[in-house]
C-alpha cells in the first residue's frame, strides 16, 4: 500500500499536468456521446412504449436481458465481436439505455388517466401536440432522475471497459499502467481524479435538468 503523502504526490503531479486533463476529455466525450444517444433512443422509445403496449411487450424482453447480465460479459462479448474501437461506446450504451428507456416508460404510466381522456377529447393522444405538452412535460421528472443514475453509472462502466479494452488516451489505461507497473500511489491518484469526476458529473447533470425542468 503507498503512504498517503505519495498518493497526494502523485496526485498534485497529475493535477498540474495538461495530460491529464487530455485523459479526462477524452473519457468525457465518449461518456457524453454515449448518454446522449442512450437518451435519444431511450426517450423515444419509451414515450411511445407508454402509449403502446405492444412495443413495451415486445422489448421488455430485451431490455430485461440488458439488464440482468453481468457487466464483465457484455464487455467480453462486445469487445470479442466489435474490437477496440466502437466497443466502448456499444457497451455503455447497452447499459445505460434499460435505465433511461424505463424511466422514460414509468414518467409515461404516472401521467393521470383523466389528462389522457382529456387529450383524446381534445385531440390525438399520439399527436404532436399532445406529446409536446402533456407527456413530454409530466413524465421530465422521471426521465431526469434516470439521467442522473446513468450519468454516475455511466462513467464507472466506461473507465472498466477502457481498462478491460486498453483503449488509448483514457483514464481506464492509466489505471492498468499504474497495475502492470506496480506503480500503486498512481492508480489510488487516478482513482481519486476518478471519484471527483464522477461526482463533477452528476452534479452538471442534475444542475443542467434542473434549471431547463424549471424554466
Known sequence: MP??????????????SLKTYSIILATFKRLFITIGISTLLGLSLG??????????????????????LPVISIIVIVLILYGN?????????????????????DGVKHIDPLLISVLKLECNRCSPRGIR????????????????????????????????SQAKVSIGREIYLGRINLEYNLVFAWS???????????????KYLITTYKN
Open 3 to 16: 503512504q498517503p503523502f505519495d498518493v497526494l504526490e502523485t496526485l498534485w503531479e497529475l493535477l498540474i
Open 47 to 68: 414515450l411511445i412504449s407508454g402509449m403502446h403496449y405492444q412495443l413495451e411487450a415486445f422489448l421488455k424482453p430485451i431490455v430485461v436481458s440488458l439488464r440482468t
Open 192 to 206: 481519486i481524479i476518478l471519484i471527483i469526476v464522477v461526482l463533477l458529473v452528476e452534479h452538471l447533470v442534475e
Open 85 to 105: 474501437v466502437f466497443s466502448l461506446y456499444i457497451i455503455t450504451f447497452l447499459l445505460l439505455f434499460p435505465i433511461i428507456y424505463q424511466a422514460e416508460l
Open 133 to 164: 405538452m402533456v407527456y413530454l412535460p409530466l413524465s421530465l421528472p422521471f426521465l431526469r432522475t434516470g439521467i442522473i443514475q446513468s450519468a454516475g453509472l455511466g462513467i464507472k462502466i466506461l473507465v472498466v471497459a477502457e481498462y478491460i
